[in-house]
C-alpha cells in the first residue's frame, strides 16, 4: 500500500513538471522488438518529454531515445512510455507518447532540458 502511495505522488510530482516547447528536434525511438523510429520532440520537462512518431510502440514499454543530431553534449537515454495516444485525420494516423526518463541521472535529464528547450 504505501509503495502504491509513492509511485501516485511520484506520478503526479511528474505531471507537474515544468513543459517547455522545443523548437523542431527529430530524435530516435529504438526498442527492442519494435526497431528504430523517428519522433519529433514536442516539449520537454526536467522529468521527461512529450513526443509524436508514425510508429505505433505499447504503452508501459521501456525504449531507449537518441538525441536528435548535432545536439552536443546530449547521451542517449532510457524512457518509459506512460502515455500513448492515437490520432486519425483522413488518411493519416500518428501517435502522441508521454515519456518518463526511467535511470537517467539528474544532470543529464537537466542537459537534456536546457539544450532542447526554446528560450
Given amino acids: 500500500m504505501e ?3 509513492k509511485r501516485m505522488l511520484e506520478q503526479e510530482d511528474r505531471r507537474e ?3 517547455q516547447p522545443t523548437g523542431t528536434h527529430i530524435v530516435l ?3 527492442p522488438e519494435e526497431g528504430t523510429h523517428e519522433a519529433v520532440l514536442v516539449n ?3 522529468t521527461g518529454m512529450l513526443l509524436t512518431s508514425n510508429h505505433s510502440f505499447p504503452e508501459g514499454c521501456t525504449m531507449t531515445v537518441h538525441p536528435p543530431e548535432g545536439a552536443a553534449g546530449l547521451l542517449s537515454v532510457r524512457m518509459r512510455i506512460q ?11 500518428w501517435f502522441e507518447y508521454g515519456l518518463s526518463f526511467v535511470d537517467a541521472e539528474d544532470s543529464q535529464r537537466h542537459t537534456w532540458y536546457l539544450n532542447l528547450r526554446l528560450d
Avoid: K
Avoid at 83 to 93: G, K, T
Fill in 3 to 5: 509503495s502504491e502511495q
Fill in 17 to 19: 513538471a515544468l513543459r
Fill in 29 to 31: 525511438m529504438e526498442h
Fill in 44 to 46: 520537454i520537462s526536467r
Fill in 83 to 93: 502515455r500513448r495516444r492515437e490520432h486519425v485525420r483522413a488518411d493519416e494516423r
